[in-house]
T-cell receptor, first 116, second 112 residues
């Protein structure tokens, strides 16, 4: 697609449930990032993929959060045993870090997660 | 530790007047700095970036920012605000491989 696509755009779930959020990056972009934006805050880094591997997962808040990118393109952020504090907008971005690429991050519109 | 601080959570200006959104950074090395804009229910859009070339950086939609090492600042300015500029603005710092560290944001209101 032309831009970064995130699904679902909105997700409402109950405390304790499992949630998956999907990101489809710009075709050919090698790098993919997940951020979390809580109400009234700036985006907070969660994890960075270079290809299929998680090069930096230092931002994941705890072991309930996990992300995969099995084929180096689409990524899924998985949240187990959701808590009310997980409510936020989850942003995905991709970037072309190859030689000659601009390196600019392109963001999707986000997935708004509400945990009741 | 590397960080960015946006000094104002809200800024309100009249249409046609100048805009100043303030950002200070903390870094032990020469940083890459960015300004992003976020309109309601839209993705973040890059306005401009500084990567150690010219200290005055021009971006889209008439915005520019000046990198001042002595003041550790990277303030965003525009000579004349438009109604369409009303949005949330984020200053960001690159922590390597384009991992961005964002400030808390400044909400810009533009009134007639």
């Amino acid at each position: 697609g032309a831009g970064v696509s995130q699904t679902p755009s909105n997700k409402v779930t109950e405390k304790g449930k499992y949630v998956e959020l999907r990101c489809d990056p710009i075709s050919g972009h090698t790098a993919l990032y997940w951020y979390r934006q809580s109400l009234g805050q700036g985006p907070e880094f969660l994890i960075y993929f270079q290809g299929t591997g998680a090069a930096d997962d230092s931002g994941l808040p705890n072991d309930r959060f996990f992300a995969v990118r099995p084929e180096g393109s689409v990524s899924t952020l998985k949240i187990q045993r959701t808590e009310r504090g997980d409510s936020a907008v989850y942003l995905c971005a991709s970037s072309d870090l190859r030689v000659g690429g601009t390196g600019e991050l392109f963001f999707g519109e986000g997935s708004r997660l509400t945990v009741l | 530790a590397q960080s960015v601080t946006q000094l104002d959570s809200h800024v309100s200006v009249s249409e046609g007047t100048p805009v100043l959104l303030r950002c200070n950074y903390s870094s032990s090395y020469s940083p890459s700095l960015f300004w992003y804009v976020q309109h309601p229910n839209k993705g973040l859009q890059l306005l401009l970036k500084y990567t150690s070339a010219a200290t005055l950086v021009k971006g889209i939609n008439g915005f520019e920012a000046e990198f001042k090492k002595s003041e550790t600042s990277f303030h965003l300015t525009k000579p004349s605000a438009h109604m369409s500029d009303a949005a949330e603005y984020f200053c960001a710092f690159s922590g390597g491989y384009n991992k961005l560290i964002f400030g808390a944001g400044t909400r810009l209101a533009v009134h007639p």
